[in-house]
């Protein structure tokens, strides 16, 4: 099973940018969809902001995360990025680097679905604040 280590949250101005970090070991990437959610403080909910298949680099974001957040894979390192850009304080949240395993269109419909209980492996989180 892939563990998974997020880094990179910290508290920057409304219109800032940061970059997060997803680190997996353990097994192959190209056997996973990776998806980031969030969970905005005081919500029950975590809702996905972008979603990578690494075997085909497809893509999906959430309408609040499209034309702002970049999600990204270092091949090398194994290690898939969110970069996001234009950031308001709606986007203060904890960010989960999550990864569920599959093929082909079972991968498809992971990142289309966003499910968060569909994905079985989840890093501890980092926080993120937007706020001046």
């Known amino acids: 099973q892939l563990q998974l280590a997020e880094s990179g949250g910290d508290l920057v101005q409304p219109g800032g940018s940061l970059r997060l970090s997803c680190a997996a070991s353990?097994?192959?990437?190209?056997?996973?969809?990776i998806n980031w959610f969030r969970q905005a403080p005081g919500r029950k909910e975590r809702e996905g902001v972008a979603?990578?298949?690494?075997?085909?680099?497809?893509?999906w974001y959430s309408p609040s995360a499209k034309d702002r957040f970049t999600i990204s894979r270092d091949n090398p390192k194994g290690t898939v990025y969110l970069e996001m850009n234009s950031l308001k304080p709606e986007d203060t949240a904890i960010y989960y680097c999550?990864?569920?395993?599959?093929?082909?269109?079972?991968?498809?419909?992971?990142?289309?679905?966003?499910?968060?209980?569909?994905?079985?492996?989840w890093g501890q989180g980092t926080q993120v604040v937007v706020s001046s």
């Open positions: 979603c990578l298949i690494p075997s085909d680099g497809s893509k």
């Open positions: 353990g097994d192959i990437l190209d056997s996973y969809a």
């Open positions: 999550t990864a569920a395993k599959g093929t082909g269109y079972q991968l498809f419909r992971l990142c289309v679905s966003g499910v968060p209980e569909d994905f079985d492996s």
